[in-house]
């Protein structure tokens, strides 16, 4: 037994937000997030969930996309975004996009990504930005 045993024992650990039994929200091991009670995470929190979650988004698109190391990193970095945004499932729901981007036809993977629900409806700024990189290989 220790101290992280211990906590994790009287805390418990929910891995979502959840209300805790005073009805402030809470995450992990009794993290109160909840801003009401001057909850909330710190800046270095924020920068390790971010890094932690673009790897774990590298990794699977690494398997889902057997190509995806072939594409030079800026390229690679739009991927993620939309990964980021709509999950790796989500961005397989753009096979002629996908395809464009493997057969190294730029143009048509920003066209692609366009001509979709998620550019024109959901989050129209951030689909031209990311549509555009995808195309010019630039940082937008």
């Given at each position: 037994m220790?101290?992280?045993?211990?906590?994790?024992?009287?805390?418990g650990?929910?891995?979502?937000?959840?209300?805790?039994?005073?009805?402030?929200?809470?995450i992990?091991?009794?993290v109160?997030?909840?801003?009401?009670?001057?909850?909330?995470?710190?800046?270095?929190?924020s920068?390790y969930?971010?890094?932690n979650?673009?790897?774990?988004?590298?990794a699977?698109?690494?398997?889902?996309?057997?190509?995806?190391?072939?594409?030079?990193?800026?390229?690679?970095?739009?991927?993620?975004n939309?990964a980021?945004?709509?999950?790796?499932?989500?961005?397989?729901?753009f096979?002629?996009?996908?395809?464009?981007?493997r057969?190294?036809?730029?143009?048509e993977?920003?066209?692609?990504?366009?001509?979709?629900?998620?550019?024109?409806?959901?989050?129209?700024?951030?689909a031209?930005?990311?549509?555009?990189?995808?195309?010019?290989?630039?940082?937008?």
């Open positions: 220790n101290l992280i045993d211990q906590l994790r024992r009287d805390e650990e929910v891995l979502s937000a959840y209300a805790d039994h005073l009805g402030y929200l809470t992990g091991v009794g109160l997030i909840d801003k009401r009670k001057g909850g909330g995470i710190t800046a270095e929190e920068a969930l971010l890094a979650r673009i790897k774990s988004k590298e699977e698109l690494r398997a889902a996309l057997p190509w995806f190391d072939q594409l030079d990193r800026i390229r690679q970095a739009a991927l993620l939309m980021y945004q709509l999950g790796v499932e989500g961005l397989k729901g096979p002629r996009m996908l395809a464009a981007l057969d190294g036809r730029w143009a993977a920003e066209y692609q990504a366009l001509d979709s629900v998620w550019a024109k409806e959901q989050t129209p700024a951030r031209k930005r990311v549509a555009r990189q995808l195309a010019s290989g630039e940082w937008q």
